[in-house]
Nanobody, 115 residues
Framework: VQLQASGGGLVQPGGSLRLSCIAS????????MGWYRQAPGKQRELVAT???????SYADSVKGRFTISGDNTKTTVSLQMNSLQPEDTAVYYC??????????WGQGTLVTVSS
């Protein structure tokens, strides 16, 4: 199974982007889907997750600005990012966790927030 992430790009501070991630085929028994990011020189960090039951959680730094959504049946997960700031600049990775298996990772999509 491969995860294909898209939607990154260059945006000005205060702008919005929507990231999308779709699996090459449906993944069953999903425990969690999510988005992580890695800024230059920093470790990868959790941005937002959605459980198989639909519960969501967010990093404090993005609460109120980012919204995760997903469809377990189609194995798609999206991240709506509003009020973007330069500190949001990073490569964003989607992630799907299936019960009993190592997580699946997308290839990453670059988000650059700059004027």
């Amino acid at each position: 199974v491969q995860l294909q992430a898209s939607g990154g790009g260059l945006v000005q501070p205060g702008g919005s982007l929507r990231l999308s991630c779709i699996a090459s085929r449906s993944i069953f028994n999903i425990v969690r889907m999510g988005w992580y990011r890695q800024a230059p020189g920093k470790q990868r960090e959790l941005v937002a997750t959605m459980s198989g039951g639909g519960s969501t959680s967010y990093a404090d730094s993005v609460k109120g600005r980012f919204t995760i959504s997903g469809d377990n049946t189609k194995t798609t997960v999206s991240l709506q990012m509003n009020s973007l700031q330069p500190e949001d600049t990073a490569v964003y990775y989607c992630n799907v966790v299936k019960a009993g298996l190592p997580p699946y990772w997308g290839q990453g999509t670059l988000v650059t927030v700059s004027s």
